[in-house]
């Protein structure tokens, strides 16, 4: 039986939220600015790029290509290549993305500084 969230929460929501948490996540958002960046990147230069670990890579590769967003060519040479590239989509998604990504530069000092007062806050309240 749903519970009373699921009741209340519109269809559209519950979609928009399934995209945005697949799309949104740290690993595809860096994933879309490189290849927006540089381009078809093969697996092991986005790894090195992204500094991700092989499987990480992996799984948000096939999420992206299954969304639509990453385009995966094989090429049967040997040793075999397999290149990404962003497709219509995901040029699409990618301005949005650079925003994103341009924003957290820009606010990261502001973010640390936040992130310094709470903490000094909460260790204060913790040991009194």
């Known amino acids: 039986m749903p519970d009373?969230?699921?009741?209340?929460?519109?269809?559209?929501?519950?979609?928009?939220?399934?995209?945005?948490s697949r799309?949104?996540?740290?690993?595809?958002?860096?994933i879309v600015m490189?290849?927006?960046?540089?381009?078809?990147l093969r697996f092991?230069?986005?790894?090195?790029?992204l500094g991700i670990s092989q499987r990480m890579l992996s799984l948000t590769?096939?999420?992206?290509?299954?969304?639509?967003?990453?385009s995966r060519t094989y090429h049967p040479t040997i040793p075999p290549k397999v290149e990404y590239a962003l497709t219509d989509?995901?040029?699409?998604?990618?301005?949005?993305?650079k925003a994103m990504g341009y924003?957290?530069?820009?606010?990261?000092?502001?973010?640390d500084a936040a992130r310094e007062i709470y903490d000094r806050e909460a260790a204060l309240k913790d040991s009194a």
């Open 4 to 20: 009373a969230t699921q009741k209340t929460q519109c269809p559209e929501c519950q979609r928009i939220n399934e995209v945005l």
């Open 23 to 30: 799309v949104g996540d740290r690993w595809s958002v860096l």
């Open 34 to 40: 490189s290849l927006g960046e540089y381009g078809v």
């Open 44 to 49: 092991n230069e986005l790894k090195r790029r």
């Open 61 to 70: 590769l096939r999420e992206l290509e299954r969304d639509g967003l990453v």
């Open 89 to 97: 989509l995901g040029h699409s998604f990618l301005e949005p993305v």
């Open 103 to 111: 924003w957290a530069l820009e606010n990261l000092p502001t973010i």
